[in-house]
T-cell receptor, first 110, second 114 residues
């Protein structure tokens, strides 16, 4: 089955700087890669996603890149703000199942 | 739409008791998923349904866990008997097959077994 590895597990960045979270997946048949943000005590919420026929997607300060050959994808957050502090999960979907990475706890330092 | 609705929000029970968690998916969504979240293991897929039929239950930890979906608007996850290691947040999520692909999660049930 699919296995998703996510790094780092914890990331601290200065407010205004950029943050990058990286993930790898094992099953080359996976074709959809969502990213979820989970604030403390709340549900995971979809923030951006990318399909396997696209290499990059951007939405304001958030961008995702996908390298199908290497089977890795990344989340980039620019101009970080305090409200970006949360746990971020990458995921890979094959057929109907979405398998999640272990999460990255992002701290935005004042 | 009210989103995915889970109940209860919090459950505290004694070891050995039966626990039932409930989920109402978004109307029109034909897939429903149960996940368990812990610090150590992250978000684990337990089981998922398509059109009320269980498709993959390979993530269900053991026979103490069971899930049903008697109709398109209701699903239950039951643990009997419960154990302290079952303490976790249990999320239900739903989606509709199509190009969108992402799930909508419920608010979760925080289960504590003492």
């Amino acid at each position: 089955g699919e296995n998703v590895e996510q790094h780092p597990s914890t990331l601290s960045v200065q407010e205004g700087d950029s943050a990058v979270i990286k993930c790898t997946y094992s099953d080359s048949a996976s074709n959809y890669f969502p990213w979820y943000k989970q604030e403390l005590g709340k549900r995971p919420q979809l923030i951006i996603d990318i399909r396997s026929n696209v290499g990059e997607k951007k939405d304001q300060r958030i961008a995702v890149t996908l390298n199908k050959t290497a089977k890795h994808f990344s989340l980039h957050i620019t101009e970080t703000q305090p409200e970006d502090s949360a746990v971020y999960f990458c995921a890979a979907r094959k057929d109907d199942k979405i398998i999640f990475g272990k999460g990255t706890r992002l701290h935005i330092l004042p | 739409d009210a989103g995915v609705i889970q109940s209860p929000r919090h459950e505290v029970t004694e070891m050995g008791q039966e626990v039932t968690l409930r989920c109402k998916p978004i109307s029109g969504h034909d897939y429903l998923f149960w996940y368990r979240q812990t610090m150590m293991r992250g978000l684990e897929l337990l089981i998922y349904f398509n059109n009320n039929v269980p498709i993959d239950d390979s993530g269900m930890p053991e026979d103490r866990f069971s899930a049903k979906m008697p109709n398109a608007s209701f699903s239950t996850l039951k643990i009997q008997p419960s154990e302290p290691r079952d303490s976790a947040v249990y999320f239900c999520a739903s989606t509709r097959r199509g190009p969108t692909g992402g799930y909508t999660f419920g608010s979760g049930t925080r289960l504590t077994v003492v």
